[in-house]
């Protein structure tokens, strides 16, 4: 991760549990920048998988998951890909139909 994204995962460590979260408006505050910005370096930080911790948010703004917190984290992050990839399935089985033609996922899109 680079120095921003760092700065702010150091300041996250002392924002653990739920209970402890900081909001994005504060986060942003504290380093200079928009919201859209702290959250292309939230997102940074998550994928970081060197990154000790695992980074999560709810409605009171973004902390570092406790070890029972991390499930729920997850779920949180799971369904809405589930449904994504529903649909992007969808789309698949519809190419051909309407003369239009099969997307490729770019394989660094995931890292793969």
């Known amino acids: 991760m680079h120095g921003t994204a ?6 996250l460590k002392e924002h653990v549990g739920r209970e402890n979260a900081i909001r994005a408006e ?5 380093f200079g920048m928009g919201e859209r910005q702290l959250r292309d370096n939230i997102r940074e930080i998550r994928r970081d998988v060197e990154a000790e911790s695992v ?10 998951c ?6 729920k984290a997850n779920e949180r992050l ?3 890909a589930v449904s994504l990839m529903k649909t992007v ?5 519809k190419i051909g139909k309407s003369g239009q033609i099969k ?9 793969n």
């Not at 504060?26 to 504290?30: D, G, K, R, S, V």
């Not at 406790?66 to 499930?71: G, K, M, N, Y």
């Not at 997307?103 to 890292?111: A, N, T, V, Y």
């Open 26 to 30: 504060e986060l942003a505050e504290m």
């Open 103 to 111: 997307m490729r996922l770019d394989e660094e899109l995931f890292g």
């Open 55 to 64: 980074v999560a948010s709810c409605n009171q703004g973004y902390y570092i």
């Open 89 to 93: 399935h969808a789309n698949e089985k």
């Open 66 to 71: 406790t070890r029972e917190e991390l499930e």
């Open 78 to 80: 799971y369904s809405p």
């Open 6 to 11: 760092e700065m702010i995962y150091n300041e």
